[in-house]
């Protein structure tokens, strides 16, 4: 019975390179939703997305930002050009139905350190 | 523009109970009030949730106000697993998946 899964567990880029980071919900979960932990700050909602669709994506930065939840496969977020404000953890959730903050099992996080 | 405020930090000996506050005097009449919790190094982790009336779950205990203007959060045998930045979130359930986490209170339970 795995849970979340993330990977990799930590990446580093270099400014100007792209990085991509994985999420696989848990069996027969269909909402997955990704936060970013800046230093010493708490974690920020960013995207919330069902199969196929971006349901919310209100507190993802407008560019170089980008998600996906195909009909197969894990959630992908995507982040292009890194720069170094983009060095943070990057957690996953996912939760069996909509919304209810109860329900969201969180994943271990990607740490992305840009060089 | 915070909707609950916690100490930044406490410690707890080993074994005994950990009482940690949350203020939200703000809360609206529909709002929860979530506790989740982050070990070092790892995603956050649900812990229990409750609207006026106390909850206990196998992992603690939500003691909320009558006034629901505060909350503390129970842990009644700390052990040293239980070191972890404890967040008080408040939101309406089902409908409000936007988890906000601010500071928390860092627990460290010493032996």
Redesign the interface.
């Known amino acids: 019975n795995a849970g979340v899964m993330q990977n990799p567990r930590h990446l580093v880029r270099r400014r100007g390179q792209e990085a991509r980071l994985r999420c696989s919900p848990m069996k027969g979960h269909s909402h997955v939703y990704w936060y970013r932990q800046l230093p010493e700050e708490g974690l920020k909602f960013m995207v919330y997305l069902q199969k196929e669709n971006i349901i919310d994506e209100s507190g993802m930065p407008k560019e170089r930002f980008s998600a996906e939840f195909p009909k197969e496969g894990p959630s992908i977020l995507r982040i292009q050009q890194v720069v170094r404000g983009d060095s943070a953890a990057y957690f996953c959730a996912s939760s069996p139905t909509s919304g209810g903050q109860e329900t969201q099992y969180f994943g271990p996080g990607t740490r992305l350190l840009v060089l | 523009d915070a909707k609950t405020t916690q100490p930044p930090s406490m410690d707890c000996a080993e074994g005994r109970a950990a009482n940690l506050p949350c203020n939200h005097s703000t809360i609206s009449g529909n709002e929860?009030v979530?506790w989740y919790r982050q070990i070092h190094?790892?995603?956050?982790?649900?812990i229990i949730?409750g609207l006026k009336n106390n909850e206990t779950n196998e992992m603690a205990s939500l003691i909320i106000t009558e006034d629901r203007k505060s909350s503390t959060l129970i842990l009644p045998h700390a052990t040293l697993r239980d070191t972890a930045v404890y967040?008080c979130?408040v939101?309406v359930?089902?409908?409000?998946?936007?988890?906000?986490?601010?500071?928390?209170t860092t627990v460290t339970v010493r032996a």
Not at chain 2, 41 to 46: A, I
Not at chain 2, 94 to 103: C, E, H, I, M, W
Request: charged share 10%; proline share 4%.
């Open positions: 929860y979530y190094s790892q995603g956050p982790q649900y949730h967040y979130i939101g359930s089902r409908n409000d998946y936007k988890l906000s986490f601010g500071a928390g």
